[in-house]
């Protein structure tokens, strides 16, 4: 039996088509499924030591009484350079005395960050 050359044509075809379409249907169930990567770093003694803060009694900053203090001793403090402290001794003559340390955030330049710098060194001498 002899085979025409449409009928091999025919044949290769579809022998290629079945090779195709076994190829794609065997890479869909071999995909590479996701990896999950962990990673541990491990800390240098330096990064491992515990840090340890000062207390205000252990800083270079005294407390100050901020209803007593010159320009001068205010200008100790955190972030209060010679403007600010001038600031808070002209509001204590004009407005009298702090009642509680928290007060001297009513002086106009010192605001939330800035008075949470200074609460731990100022007192109203109560």
């Given at each position: 039996m002899k085979i025409s050359k449409l009928e091999f044509a025919t044949l290769l075809l579809t022998a290629v088509f079945l090779a195709f379409s076994?190829?794609?249907?065997?890479?869909?169930?071999t995909a590479a499924?996701?990896?999950?990567?962990?990673?541990e770093r491990t800390l240098s003694a330096a990064?491992?030591?515990?840090?340890?803060?000062?207390?205000?009694?252990?800083?270079?900053?005294?407390?100050?009484?901020?209803?007593?203090?010159a320009a001068e001793e205010l200008e100790a403090l955190p972030g209060i350079g010679p403007k600010r402290a001038a600031d808070i001794v002209a509001y204590r003559e004009e407005h009298g005395p702090f009642r509680i340390p928290e007060?001297?955030?009513?002086?106009p330049g010192i605001g939330e960050s800035t008075l949470e710098g200074l609460i731990d060194f100022i007192t109203t001498g109560e």
């Open positions: 076994l190829g794609w249907f065997l890479r869909g169930s499924q996701p990896v999950r990567v962990e990673t990064e491992n030591s515990p840090v340890v803060l000062p207390t205000p009694s252990e800083s270079a900053v005294p407390i100050i009484d901020i209803n007593t203090a007060d001297i955030a009513k002086v």
